[in-house]
């Protein structure tokens, strides 16, 4: 049997607060749902973090996270 691996659920994913999400979804055109795929990142709607708060649980995608902030907060 397979070993769960409990990082590859979160590998390439973003959770975002509502505000942020909102926003996010408006920029790329996205109707509905709550979440979507921008390129190769997956931005996922968390209504438990904070409306503003960005969560990347994947190591990889820390950059970019710190740059999403910058911009969103400007």
């Known amino acids: 049997m397979p070993e769960n691996n409990q990082s ?3 590998q390439n994913k973003i959770y975002c607060g509502t505000d942020f999400y909102l926003a996010m979804r408006a920029e790329c ?4 749902g709550s ?5 190769h990142i ?3 709607q968390d209504e438990n973090l904070h409306p503003r708060q960005l969560l990347a ?3 990889k ?4 996270l710190d740059e ?3 911009r969103f907060e400007a």
């Open 57 to 59: 649980l994947d190591s």
């Open 29 to 32: 055109g996205v109707l509905h």
């Open 8 to 10: 590859d659920i979160h």
């Open 35 to 39: 979440s979507f795929r921008f390129k």
């Open 68 to 70: 999403l902030k910058e």
């Open 42 to 44: 997956t931005f996922v």
């Open 61 to 64: 995608l820390k950059p970019l």
